[in-house]
DNA sequence: ATGCCTTCCTGGGGAAGA
C-alpha cells in the first residue's frame, strides 16, 4: 500500500499535471490538500475516469482537502469517518475552515490535514495554528485509542529541525519554524508516532517544498513540510519513503512536491 | 524589503500562501 500527500494548490488549475502524476506513479492513497474549490465545483467525474474514487471537503477560495483512492487496484473506500476537527478560524464568525478530513481505506485509517501555515508570527493566526495543532494532537489521540491502524499525512506547515530548511537563518521568523511550531509537532512525536521520512532519512537535507519567488527551485532553496505519521503498526510496515521531485520542476507544477510512503503488505 | 510568484475571484486589484 502507498499513501501519498500532495499540496496541490489549486485543483481547477492543477488538474492536467494531477491527473498525470496520478496515472505515473499510481498510489493506493493520494491525500490532496488547497484544493482551494467548493464542494460542488470538485472533479470527482475526472477522477474517475482514471480509476480513483473520491471525497473531498472543500472551500471557496481557499484552503480544502481530498482523498483519492486506487479503485483499479481494488482498494476499498475511502468511507469518511470525519471531516473537520471543530474548530473555528482564526477571524471573528468565519467558522470553520476546511482543513481535515478522515477515512478508512482498506482497514487502514487515512488522516488527511492541511495545519494552518501561521503566518505572521506573533498573532492571531499563529495562536490558531498552534490551537489548531493541539485540537489535531487530541484527535490523534483519540484514534491512537481505537488501536487502528493509522497514518496521519499532509501540509503540516511545521519545518521539524534545522536540517529540514535550505537556510535556517533565512527563515527563523517564519511560523514555520518557530520553537512553538516544533515542540507542538514533536509532541506528537513523543505521543508515538513516526514521521517516516525522518526516520529513514535521518540526516535532513529532503525537501517538499520551493517557493514560486526568487528563484527557489532553480537554486534547490527549499524546506521539508508535508510529513507523513505512521501508528506503530504501520511505522511496523514502512518499507520506503519518497519525493516525486520531478512534478516540482513541470510547467504548471504546484509549489509543493508530492510525497509518499511504501508499505509491506 | 509592504519586493520576488502563483492562485482565486473576478473582470481590477486584493488576499493568501510560506
Not at 91 to 97: A, I, R, S, T
Not at 158 to 163: A, G
Not at 173 to 177: G, I, P, R, W
Given at each position: 500500500m502507498k499513501i501519498a500527500t500532495f499540496n496541490i494548490n489549486g485543483i481547477k488549475a492543477r488538474l492536467p499535471r494531477l491527473k498525470e502524476w496520478l496515472e505515473e506513479t499510481r498510489p493506493s492513497v493520494a491525500c490532496l490538500q488547497e484544493i482551494k474549490s467548493q464542494d460542488d465545483g470538485f472533479p470527482a467525474g475526472e477522477f474517475e475516469a482514471i480509476g480513483y474514487q473520491a471525497i473531498w471537503h472543500g472551500q471557496k477560495s481557499f484552503n480544502g482537502v481530498a482523498m483519492l483512492v486506487d479503485a483499479k487496484a481494488s482498494f476499498t473506500g475511502p468511507v469518511e469517518v470525519r471531516r473537520g476537527l471543530g474548530i473555528d478560524g482564526p477571524?471573528?464568525?468565519?467558522?470553520?475552515?476546511a482543513r481535515y478530513l478522515e477515512a478508512d481505506v482498506n482497514g487502514v485509517r487515512v488522516v488527511c490535514i492541511y495545519l494552518p501555515n501561521g503566518n505572521p508570527h506573533p498573532g492571531p493566526k499563529f495562536d490558531y495554528k498552534l490551537a489548531w495543532m493541539e485540537r489535531l494532537r487530541e484527535r490523534m489521540a483519540e484514534i491512537w485509542a481505537e488501536e487502528v491502524p493509522c497514518a496521519v499525512v499532509g501540509d503540516?506547515?511545521?519545518?521539524?529541525?534545522?536540517?529540514?530548511?535550505?537556510?535556517p537563518k533565512a527563515m527563523a521568523?517564519?511560523?514555520?519554524?518557530q520553537p512553538e511550531s516544533r515542540a507542538a509537532y514533536s509532541r506528537l512525536l513523543a505521543d508515538g508516532w513516526t514521521d517516516a521520512m525522518r526516520t529513514l532519512n535521518p540526516r535532513g537535507g529532503v525537501w517538499t517544498y520551493w517557493d514560486y519567488q526568487a528563484g527557489a527551485w532553480q537554486r534547490d532553496h527549499g524546506f521539508r513540510i508535508d510529513h507523513l505519521l505512521l501508528s506503530p503498526e504501520l511505522a511496523d510496515r514502512l518499507e520506503a519513503v519518497g519525493v516525486d521531485k520531478d512534478h516540482r520542476g513541470?510547467?504548471?507544477?504546484?509549489d509543493h512536491a508530492p510525497v509518499w510512503v511504501q508499505l509491506r503488505n
Open positions: 477571524n471573528d464568525g468565519e467558522g470553520e475552515q503540516f506547515n511545521v519545518i521539524p529541525h534545522d536540517d529540514d530548511v535550505w537556510s521568523s517564519d511560523a514555520l519554524m513541470r510547467e504548471k507544477a504546484s
